[in-house]
C-alpha cells in the first residue's frame, strides 16, 4: 500500500527546507514543493520530488511532464512505503540524470544524506548527519543546511 499524504510535521520540514535554500539557488532556477512530475530518459515512469530546485524554463510548456534534465536538486522525505525507492530507484536515476544533489531526509532513521557528483552510474559523494546538525551543501548551493526542524514533534507537540 502506497500511503499517498505525508505527515503533519513534513511539511514543517518542506517549508523550512525551501526558506534556506532560496537564496542560494542558481540565477534562472526556482525552488518549490509543488506537485510536478518529472520525466528522465529511459524511464517508464515519472517522479515528483517533495521539494526541488530546477530551471525557470522547464515549466513554460503546456506539457502534462516536466523534464527530468532541468532539475539541479531534489529532495525527498521518506515515508515507511517509499523508503525502499527514495533509496534506490531515485537514487540511480537522479544520478543519470545530471540532478547536482540530491537531498534525502530519511524520516524513519532520522537522518539526511546529501548525494552530489552524479554520474551515469550513480552519485560519487555522500556525506549523512543526523537531524539535528548541520549539513554541508554542495556547490551550486554551497551553504550550511540546518536540520533542526526536520525532526519529529516530541509527544508533547501532538
Not at 532541468?70 to 540511480?92: P, Q, Y
Amino acid at each position: 500500500m502506497v500511503e499517498p499524504w505525508s505527515k503533519g510535521y513534513y511539511l514543517r520540514a518542506m517549508r523550512s527546507l525551501r526558506a534556506q535554500l532560496e537564496p542560494h539557488v542558481p540565477t534562472g532556477t526556482i525552488v518549490d514543493s509543488s506537485p510536478y512530475l518529472f520525466t528522465f530518459p529511459d524511464q517508464e515512469r515519472a517522479f515528483g520530488p517533495d521539494v526541488f530546485v530546477a530551471s525557470e524554463k522547464a515549466f513554460d510548456t503546456e506539457a502534462r511532464y516536466t523534464d527530468g534534465e532541468a532539475l539541479v536538486l531534489v529532495a525527498e522525505l521518506s515515508s515507511a512505503t517509499t523508503r525502499n525507492v527514495d533509496w534506490s530507484d531515485k537514487l540511480l536515476v537522479y544520478a543519470k540524470a545530471g540532478v547536482a544533489v540530491y537531498l534525502l531526509l530519511d524520516m524513519q532513521a532520522q537522518a539526511v544524506s546529501v548525494f552530489s557528483d552524479p554520474a551515469p552510474e550513480g552519485y560519487r559523494t555522500r556525506k549523512t548527519c543526523q537531524f539535528g546538525k548541520t549539513l554541508h551543501l554542495p556547490p551550486p548551493f554551497d551553504f550550511e543546511l540546518g536540520t533542526t526542524a526536520f525532526d519529529k514533534p516530541s509527544k508533547n507537540e501532538g
